[in-house]
């Protein structure tokens, strides 16, 4: 059974500074991976996706994601955050089994 | 392209009733799947549709039902409301299983 990790429930850093969200993931066949961000009172958007090929994945809003299969770990990083990027993130794993499994979520504070 | 839309936004219901959300996804998806979200147990999978066939469900009760019309346009049920029912739902449509997610922004359901 796939599962998704996020260390820490709520981030917090200062404008400017870099972003580090964590997330580890399991799954039995190669994953296809992704990661979310919801804003309140909204549903989720896709920040970016790895399926196969670059392990080095660039998304939208100047974020970027690592595939490490050694590791099983697909790290989301930004590296000066703005304080438009306060929301809450989310990683998750597609089993190809018609189910998208999430991680807890990650709640980023950008201080001024 | 319209997104992905869910109708109503916002339901207040009583222990006991039922109630239908309803969305459209966009057009040309024909995978739509259904998540509930609550503060404590996060994004929680219900249950995915294909071409009007459930081809996969999360570990809800029978109370919770759904169901896709041949527009792709899919309805989800939830009979007998309880208190604990009270979250924000959440569907999504895509092209492929291996294809990211698109959101609608929810119907919160309040269950008093």
């Known amino acids: 059974a796939q599962s998704v990790t996020q260390l820490g429930s709520h981030v917090s850093v200062s404008e400017g500074a870099l972003v580090l969200l964590r997330c580890n993931y399991s799954s039995s066949v190669p994953p296809y991976l992704f990661w979310y961000v919801q804003y309140p009172n909204q549903g989720l958007q896709l920040l970016l996706k790895?399926?196969?090929?670059?392990?080095l994945v660039k998304g939208i809003n100047g974020f970027e994601a690592e595939f490490k299969k050694s590791e099983t770990s697909f790290h989301l990083t930004k590296p000066s955050a703005h304080m438009s990027d306060a929301a809450e993130y989310f990683c998750a794993v597609s089993d190809r089994g018609f189910k998208t499994i999430f991680g807890a979520g990650t709640r980023l504070f950008v201080k001024a | 392209k319209a997104g992905v839309t869910q109708t109503p936004r916002y339901l207040i219901k009583t222990r006991g009733q039922q109630v239908t959300l309803s969305c459209s996804p966009i057009?040309?998806?024909?995978?739509v799947s259904w998540y509930q979200q609550t503060p404590g147990q996060g994004l929680q999978f219900l249950f995915e549709?294909?071409?009007?066939?459930?081809?996969n469900k999360g570990n809800f009760p029978g109370r919770f039902s759904g169901r896709q019309f041949s527009n792709s346009r899919s309805e989800m049920n939830v009979s007998t409301l309880e208190l604990g029912d009270s979250a924000l739902y959440l569907c999504?449509?895509?092209?492929?299983?291996?294809?990211?997610?698109?959101f609608g922004n929810g119907t919160r359901l309040t269950v008093t």
């Open positions: 549709y294909f071409s009007e066939t459930q081809r």
């Open positions: 999504a449509s895509s092209l492929a299983s291996e294809s990211p997610l698109h």
């Open positions: 790895y399926t196969t090929g670059a392990t």
């Open positions: 057009s040309g998806h024909r995978s």
